[in-house]
T-cell receptor
Framework: GQQVMQIPQYQHVQEGEDFTTYCNSS?????IQWYKQRPGGHPVFLIQ?????EVKKQKRLTFQFGEAKKNSSLHITATQTTDVGTYFC???????FGAGTQVVVTP | IAGITQAPTSQILAAGRRMTLRCTQD?????MYWYRQDLGLGLRLIHY???????GKGEVPDGYSVSRANTDDFPLTLASAVPSQTSVYFC??????????????FGPGTRLTVL
């Protein structure tokens, strides 16, 4: 069945650095969503990607959907302390969330 | 209220006891979901409901039941709690019946400990 994997599970970033988290599915997805969960909070929707090869930007965040619609990435530039949290991808075909990438930012 | 509320906020429960987690939304969303969140495993779907009167099984439904008598409420029941059901439970909703292209709105969560 469908499996959605996220890497890395944990990312320690120096403030000002860039980093990327990846989401890979074993099957083709109809669309993919990204959510952010702050420590102690609940997941909050960030963005949705639907088209093959789609790229969307939100300020310092860039989201990509792979050409085969089986993978996606989230790239954050110039990381800030407000970026702390866990980032989840959610793949639709059969709804499944990845395990998340926990981001810790060092000032 | 605006959004999704969950009750209780946290609960410690003896194994074998019955427990119902409550979830209410006031956005008139059609679809609702229950997830459990465990360290290293992310969010796993327990049950969902595309519209009032219908429910479906998610990835980890065993030991849980749900009902959807109306649009606003989607309670999750543990008939006989076991320690492996210790987790943080999130309820979510999305506007349309299919839900697949909708943003999901999450409640604040219920932290459940089964001893």
């Amino acid at each position: 069945g469908q499996q959605v994997m996220q890497i890395p599970q944990y990312q320690h970033v120096q403030e000002g650095e860039d980093f990327t988290t990846y989401c890979n599915s074993s099957t083709t997805l109809s669309n993919i969503q990204w959510y952010k969960q702050r420590p102690g909070g609940h997941p909050v929707f960030l963005i949705q990607l639907v088209k093959s090869g789609e790229v969307k930007k939100q300020k310092r965040l860039t989201f990509q959907f792979g050409e085969a619609k089986k993978n996606s990435s989230l790239h954050i530039t110039a990381t800030q302390t407000t970026d702390v949290g866990t980032y989840f991808c959610a793949g639709w075909g059969k709804l499944q969330f990845g395990a998340g990438t926990q981001v810790v930012v060092t000032p | 209220i605006a959004g999704i509320t969950q009750a209780p906020t946290s609960q410690i429960l003896a194994a074998g006891r019955r427990m119902t987690l409550r979830c209410t939304q006031d956005m008139r969303h059609n679809a609702m979901y229950w997830y459990r969140q465990d360290l290293g495993l992310g969010l796993r779907l327990i049950h969902y409901s595309n519209t009032a009167g219908t429910t479906g099984k998610g990835e980890v439904p065993d030991g849980y039941s749900v009902s959807r008598a109306n649009t606003d409420d989607f309670p999750l029941t543990l008939a006989s709690a076991v320690p492996s059901q210790t987790s943080v439970y999130f309820c979510a909703s999305s506007p349309t019946t299919s839900g697949s292209f909708d943003e999901q709105f999450f409640g604040p969560g219920t932290r459940l400990t089964v001893l």
